[in-house]
C-alpha cells in the first residue's frame, strides 16, 4: 500500500477550478518531484494536501496511510505525519521558535500518546538536530521567522521537519529565492532526514534543486493535471527543453499556439 | 433642575460636610489647593461627549450616580487575606496599602529605616512638611481636567514616596489600592506623590482592586517627579470591580538627563479612563509609555495620553495595545507636542488594536503638534483580527485551532507584559493574561 494516494482529485479556489484531476501515488522511502511552468497548480496541490482551507475539493479523493486525508483538519493531519515546507514561510512576532516548536512537537507526541518532552529533553533534541542541518543556535530564542533572511527562513522550515520527523514532506518550492550555497545546505538536511520509512514530494519549478536532492520519479503538471511521469532523467529534459513540448505531445496546446495552426 | 446642576449641588453638599471636618484645618495652604479644585470642579462639571476630549468616552454612569466620598478607612473589614490575591510574590516587600483612598498602617509594609528614602502615607508628610503642597502637588498640570480637579478638591491621603538625589532604592514600592464598598456608592480618590532626586532611581508599582458588592469610581491621581539624570518605573494594574469605574491620571514631570518608563495595564472596570501626560522639563530626558487593555463584555476603555517635548534633543516612546472581546469599546488618544525650541526631538507612538470579536470596537487617533523643524517623528496605528496565514502556520505544524489562536493573542499581548521590569509583577502578568486569554476569548472569571 502506497504513503499518499491521491486520485482524480479536483480542486480550485472561489469557484476556478485549479487542479483537474490529479493521481499520484506515493510510496514510503520514495522522493517525487512535481514541477511545472507558473500557474500549473503545483502550489495548489501542496496547499490541499496541507489543509488549506481556501482550497475547496470538488472531486476526488486523498488516502495517507490508508486512511482520508481531506477529512482532518491541517492539525490532524501535522499529527499523523504530514509536514509542509511552506513556500513563503510565515513571521510570527513574540512566539520564539524554541516555545513554537515545542508546543507543536507535544501536540505531535501527545496525539500519538507518546510521552510529552520536557524542556530538558527537549533542548537535547533540538541540539541533535541543529547539527544535521547545520542550523543558527542564535535563531533558536528569537520569535519564528521575525527578522529571518530568505535563506534563514528556509533552513528554518527543514529544521522544524527535522524536529518533528514526518513521515510525508512536502517542500513546497523551498528552492525559490535560495542562493546556491543556502540551496545546497537545505538540500543536504532533506538528504540526510530520508529513511526507507518516510516519503517526500518535491514541488518546484526549476530542475536545480533536483541536482541535489535526486528524485525517483518526476511528474510534470500541467493546467492542474499531470501530463506526464518520469524517472530523474525527465527533470533534465524540462531543464533543456521547458514545459512546451509536452504540452504539444499530451495534445494539450496552449490555446494562442492552436488559434495560429488553424490559420 | 437638570442632572448637571443636580450633581454639582450633591458635591458641593459633600464639600461642605467634609470642610466642616476639617475644624483648624481649612486655613491651610493645601486648603487653599483644595478650594481651587473645587471651584474648577464646580465650573466645569462632569465632561459630555460634545467636549472633543471625551468624544467616545460618555461619563454620564458616573455624572448619574451620588458618589459618596470616603472620609477614611475605618470600619472597612479589610483584613490582610483580602490582600493576598493583590501581593506581587513574597512578603517582607515594600507595599503601601490604601483602603479607600486613605493608608492603612497596619495593613501596609514599610522597612523601618532606608536611608535618603521616605515611604508613607501622603497624609503624614503633608502634616510634616506642608510645603510639599505648595511645591509639588499645586503644580498639577491637569488642572483643568474635572477629575483631577475632583481628586484636588477632596485631597486628603495617598502614597508618598520620595528618594533623595544619588539613591537608588532596588526594591519596588507596591502601592495596593483597595475599594472596600458595601450599597453606598463609594468615591475613592488616592492622591500619589513620588519625587526622585537627582540621579535617584526607583520602581512604582500601582495595583487597584475592589471587594464587596457596591459600585464605587476611583478617581486617582500620580504626580511623578523625575530629578536630572534620575530614573523611575511605574507600573499600574487596574482590576477594578466589573460594575465600577476607574479614572487615573498620573502627570509627569522630567529634568534633563531622566528617564521614565511607564506601563499601564488595565484589565478590569465597567468604565476606565488612563490619562497619562508627560512633560520634559530638560535635555537628554526620554520617555516611554507603554499600555495593554484587555476588555470584554461592555466593558470601554479609554487611554489618552500627551508627550510634551517642551525642550530639545528628548526622545520618547510610545506602544499602546488592545485586545477587545465581546462589545467591548477602546479608546486611544495619543498627543505628542513638540514645541518650537524641541529642536532634536526623537518620537515615535504605535498603537496596535487586535479585535476578537465583530462587535468589539476602537477609536484610535494620534494627534501630533509640531513646531519645530528639526525633529524625528512617527506614528502608526494598526487595528485587525488574526492574521489567518499565521494560525495556519501554527496548525500546519500540529498546534490545535484554539490553542493557535491563543497563542497568537497572548503573543501580541506579552509584548507589552516584557517590558515590565518589575519581575514580580511581569510573572504575576504572565499568569493573569494566561487564564484571561484562553477558547479564544477573553475571560473574566478567572
Not at chain 1, 470538488?58 to 505525519?81: F, M, N, W
Not at chain 1, 509542509?84 to 496525539?111: C, D
Not at chain 2, 468624544?55 to 455624572?63: E, H
Not at chain 2, 491620571?249 to 528617564?259: D, E, M, R, V
Request: proline content about 3%; aromatic content about 6%; overall charge negative.
Amino acid at each position: 500500500m502506497s504513503l499518499l494516494e491521491v486520485r482524480n482529485l479536483h480542486a480550485g479556489v472561489q469557484g476556478n477550478a485549479i487542479l483537474e484531476g490529479i493521481n499520484l501515488s506515493v510510496g514510503k522511502g520514495e522522493i517525487h518531484a512535481i514541477m511545472g511552468p507558473n500557474g500549473s497548480g503545483k502550489s495548489t496541490l501542496a496547499g490541499v494536501l496541507a489543509g488549506r482551507e481556501a482550497y475547496v475539493v470538488t472531486e476526488g479523493e486523498v488516502l495517507y496511510q490508508g486512511k482520508d486525508l481531506l477529512g482532518l483538519s491541517p492539525e490532524e493531519r501535522a499529527r499523523e505525519g504530514l509536514f509542509l515546507a511552506f513556500q513563503y514561510p510565515v513571521e510570527i512576532p513574540g512566539v520564539t521558535n524554541m516555545y513554537f516548536l515545542k508546543a507543536a512537537l507535544n501536540a505531535i507526541r501527545k496525539h500519538r500518546g507518546i510521552e510529552e518532552l520536557d524542556a530538558m529533553e527537549f533542548i537535547a533534541l533540538v541540539k541533535e538536530k541543529m547539527k544535521v542541518i547545520d542550523f543558527d543556535q542564535s535563531l533558536l530564542n528569537r520569535p519564528v521567522n521575525e527578522g529571518f533572511s530568505g535563506g534563514e527562513k528556509k533552513r528554518n522550515e527543514i529544521f522544524q521537519m527535522a524536529v518533528l520527523d514526518p513521515t510525508l514532506a512536502i517542500l513546497d518550492e523551498t528552492d525559490s529565492g535560495l542562493d546556491i550555497d543556502a540551496l545546497r545546505i537545505v538540500a543536504e538536511g532533506v538528504n540526510r532526514l530520508r529513511s526507507p520509512e518516510n516519503a517526500v514530494v518535491v514541488v518546484t519549478h526549476y530542475q536545480r534543486l533536483l541536482n541535489y536532492i535526486v528524485p525517483d520519479f518526476v511528474h510534470v503538471l500541467i493546467d492542474g493535471r499531470i501530463v506526464k511521469s518520469g524517472g530523474k532523467e525527465l527533470a533534465l529534459v524540462l531543464e533543456e527543453k521547458g514545459y512546451d513540448w509536452i504540452r504539444e505531445e499530451s495534445g494539450d496546446v496552449p490555446a494562442d499556439a492552436h488559434a495560429a495552426g488553424s490559420k | 433642575m437638570n442632572a448637571s446642576t443636580e450633581t454639582k449641588d450633591w458635591y458641593a453638599g459633600r464639600f461642605a460636610r467634609f470642610e466642616e471636618g476639617l475644624n483648624g484645618a481649612s486655613q491651610s495652604p493645601l486648603h487653599a489647593l483644595r478650594r481651587a479644585g473645587f471651584a474648577a470642579f464646580a465650573a466645569k462639571g462632569f465632561p459630555t461627549t460634545a467636549e472633543e476630549e471625551w468624544r467616545f468616552t460618555n461619563v454620564s454612569p458616573i455624572a448619574a450616580t451620588q458618589f459618596q466620598p470616603a472620609f477614611d478607612c475605618e470600619e472597612s473589614g479589610v483584613t490582610e487575606p483580602d490582600l493576598r490575591p493583590w501581593s506581587l510574590g513574597r512578603t517582607g516587600g515594600i507595599v503601601l496599602v490604601l483602603i479607600n483612598g486613605h493608608f492603612s498602617g497596619g495593613l501596609s509594609s514599610i522597612p523601618a529605616s532606608l536611608p535618603g528614602v521616605s515611604i508613607g502615607s501622603l497624609a503624614a508628610a503633608l502634616a510634616r512638611d506642608p510645603a510639599l503642597a505648595e511645591r509639588y502637588l499645586a503644580s498639577a498640570r491637569g488642572g483643568g481636567d474635572t477629575f483631577t480637579a475632583l481628586n484636588t478638591a477632596f485631597l486628603v491621603d495617598g502614597a508618598f514616596v520620595r528618594v533623595d538625589d544619588g539613591v537608588t532604592l532596588q526594591e519596588p514600592v507596591h502601592i495596593l489600592s483597595l475599594a472596600s464598598t458595601g450599597g453606598t456608592p463609594l468615591l475613592v480618590q488616592p492622591r500619589h506623590l513620588v519625587i526622585a532626586g537627582k540621579g535617584a532611581r526607583l520602581s512604582v508599582v500601582e495595583t487597584y482592586s475592589g471587594r464587596g458588592p457596591g459600585v464605587y469610581l476611583t478617581n486617582a491621581v500620580t504626580e511623578i517627579f523625575v530629578g536630572e539624570g534620575g530614573g523611575v518605573e511605574h507600573d499600574t494594574l487596574q482590576m477594578e470591580n466589573l460594575n465600577s469605574y476607574h479614572v487615573g491620571t498620573t502627570l509627569i514631570s522630567l529634568k534633563g538627563k531622566a528617564s521614565f518608563t511607564s506601563n499601564a495595564v488595565n484589565l478590569g472596570g465597567a468604565l476606565v479612563r488612563n490619562n497619562v501626560s508627560a512633560l520634559f522639563q530638560g535635555e537628554h530626558a526620554e520617555c516611554t509609555l507603554n499600555g495593554l487593555s484587555v476588555a470584554t463584555g461592555t466593558q470601554l476603555v479609554d487611554n489618552h495620553t500627551v508627550i510634551d517635548h517642551a525642550s530639545p534633543r528628548c526622545e520618547s516612546h510610545e506602544l499602546y495595545k488592545a485586545v477587545l472581546d465581546g462589545s467591548a469599546r477602546g479608546v486611544f488618544n495619543g498627543k505628542i507636542f513638540v514645541r518650537q525650541d524641541a529642536q532634536k526631538t526623537d518620537a515615535k507612538q504605535t498603537n496596535k488594536t487586535l479585535l476578537l470579536s465583530d462587535e468589539a470596537t476602537i477609536d484610535t487617533k494620534p494627534q501630533l503638534e509640531i513646531f519645530a523643524d528639526d525633529v524625528k517623528c512617527t506614528h502608526g496605528a494598526t487595528v485587525g483580527q488574526l492574521d489567518e496565514e499565521q494560525v495556519f502556520y501554527l496548525r500546519a505544524r500540529g498546534i490545535g485551532a484554539t490553542e493557535a489562536r491563543d497563542l497568537l493573542t497572548f503573543a501580541f499581548a506579552t509584548d507589552v507584559i516584557n517590558r515590565v521590569h518589575v519581575d514580580a509583577l511581569r510573572e504575576k502578568l504572565d499568569v493573569l493574561l494566561h487564564t484571561r486569554l484562553r477558547q479564544g476569548r477573553v475571560n473574566l472569571e478567572v
